[in-house]
């Protein structure tokens, strides 16, 4: 027995060693594969960062076998058409010579060097000389930034002014406490409880604060960087709610306290942020039509004449169709005469001013006008659309977009009514029934109140 015992002990044994030494050579065979992984990942890294080296050398000498050739044929820079007389060909030498110089000092640890390598971006721009609407774009914008100058001073002079009027309305105004029981800085001091969702059994305990904000008009400077935000429209509603709300100097706020105060942020937007910046494109328009023009400087015609031959050979004859039936002659007379289209416009204002009236919570006298407004005006639109089918007929009335337009309004307008009266009509089907339902009981009420 005890030989049995020692055997299955040993096979035991032996098994226990058998599958360690597997999970050893797993393991190793695993670690052998990762580093066979990791060297190729390397080998492939080394041979991209080669291959992408030789991209570079292989560049750098086309562009700058380019240079020698042009400085070759158009001379450097002594007489007049020389290659370096151009902006773009120095720009051309100033990216060839960057190029040239960082493979020079590849081996090189000094950071100047490695500023230039950084410079290497700098080769797509050579792309702007051979472009010939890239070449006009950055011409506009080098002669823009020349006089662009005088707006951008004007425009800085505006700031400086509206942020001048802010500090006086707005300093020491921007303060607030996370209480927002409490007015002053002395006051906002220690701890107030804070219900969670509006829970009162669910409290918690916060300290209170006193808060300045990010963005306010204690000076000049300040008061500039706020107004900038504003202009660009990003969270400037919550500065102006903060304007509108401020009291006093080093005290919190008290909501619609001063609501005029929106008139300042107003006018500074429509003054700033509209008109000044529509200035700047303005501008920027203005200079790429005056570069167009520069192409046609050799020209005997002038702009005008140039638009008028442009406009005679573009020009198509304009079709005007005018029907012979001498009935449908006078439907067609009578909607194109100005006096029609003046009344149809009158009728137009006077339904959009109807619509405007619309508005929440209105009284049922109000709705039952507004339906028949909408009735009124439909049926008249519809008889206009008839009219003109009438005089122009469907290829003639059809071929114009903005009738289409109108018939597809007209057509919406008539499809809304049928489903307002379909609806209103099982709406008062259905209060019909309830109030037959409730007739007995009426009755007993009249009957109770009459003994009463």
């Known amino acids: 027995m005890m030989v049995v015992v020692v055997v299955a002990v040993m096979v035991i044994v032996t098994m226990m060693m058998v599958v360690m030494v597997m999970a050893m050579m797993v393991v190793v065979v695993m670690m052998m594969v990762v580093v ?8 492939t890294v080394v041979m991209v960062v080669m291959i992408l080296g030789y991209f570079d050398i292989a560049f750098t000498s086309v562009f700058t076998v380019e240079i020698v050739l042009k400085m070759t044929t158009y001379g450097a820079f002594l007489h007049k058409g020389s ?31 490695k500023i230039l390598r ?3 971006v700098l080769r797509p721009l050579r792309a702007i000389n051979r472009a010939k609407g890239l070449k006009h774009v950055v011409q506009c914008v080098f002669v823009a930034i020349r006089t662009i100058g005088n707006i951008v001073l004007v ?13 006086q309305l707005f300093k020491g105004k921007f303060f607030s406490c996370n209480d927002l029981s409490k007015m002053t800085e002395k006051e906002c001091r220690g701890y107030y409880y804070v219900y969670k969702d509006g829970d009162p059994t669910q409290m918690e305990l916060r300290p209170r604060q006193w808060i300045h904000s990010d963005f306010h008009f204690d000076n000049v400077l300040s008061a500039m960087m706020s107004l900038f935000t504003v202009s660009t429209f990003e969270g400037w509603p919550q500065l102006l709610y903060q304007a509108i709300d401020s009291y006093k100097e080093d005290m919190g706020p008290v909501y619609n306290n001063r609501v005029e105060m929106a008139i300042f942020f107003i006018i500074y ?9 529509n200035i700047f494109v303005g501008f920027v328009i203005v200079t790429f039509q005056e570069q167009g023009e520069t192409e046609y400087k050799n020209c ?28 449908q002659y006078q439907v067609w007379y009578v909607v194109t005469s100005s006096y029609f289209e003046y009344l149809m416009f009158a009728l137009i204002m006077l339904n959009t001013i109807c619509l405007g009236m619309q508005h929440y919570n ?39 977009p903005w009738n289409v337009f109108d018939f ?4 919406g307008s008539i499809i809304d009514v049928i489903l307002s009266e379909i609806d209103h009509g099982t709406l008062g089907t259905y209060k019909d029934g309830n109030a037959r339902s409730h007739k007995p009981t009426e009755r007993t009420d009249n009957s109770d109140s009459r003994r009463t």
Not at 84 to 110: K, Q
Not at 269 to 277: E, G, R, S, V
Not at 309 to 315: E, F, H, I, N, S
């Open 408 to 411: 597809l309004i007209v057509i």
């Open 362 to 400: 209105q009284s049922e006298e109000m709705n039952h006008i507004s339906d028949i407004l909408n009735v009124a005006f439909t049926i008249i639109f519809t008889l206009e659309m008839v009219l003109k089918l009438m005089a122009f007929k469907a290829r003639g009335y059809f071929g114009d």
């Open 269 to 277: 937007i429509i003054l700033i942020a509209f008109f000044m910046m």
């Open 36 to 43: 066979v992984v990791m060297v190729i990942v390397v080998m």
């Open 83 to 113: 290659f370096c007389r151009n902006y773009f060909n120095i720009l051309d030498l100033l990216v060839v010579a960057v190029s040239l110089i960082s493979m020079g000092l590849e081996s090189s640890a000094i950071s100047v060097v």
């Open 118 to 120: 950084v410079l290497r």
């Open 155 to 167: 425009t800085t002079l505006l700031q400086f002014m509206f942020a001048c009027i802010g500090v």
């Open 300 to 327: 005997e015609l002038n702009k005008n004449q140039r638009q008028c031959v442009q406009y005679a050979l573009k020009a198509r004859p304009l079709r005007c169709y005018i029907p012979k039936n001498p009935y």
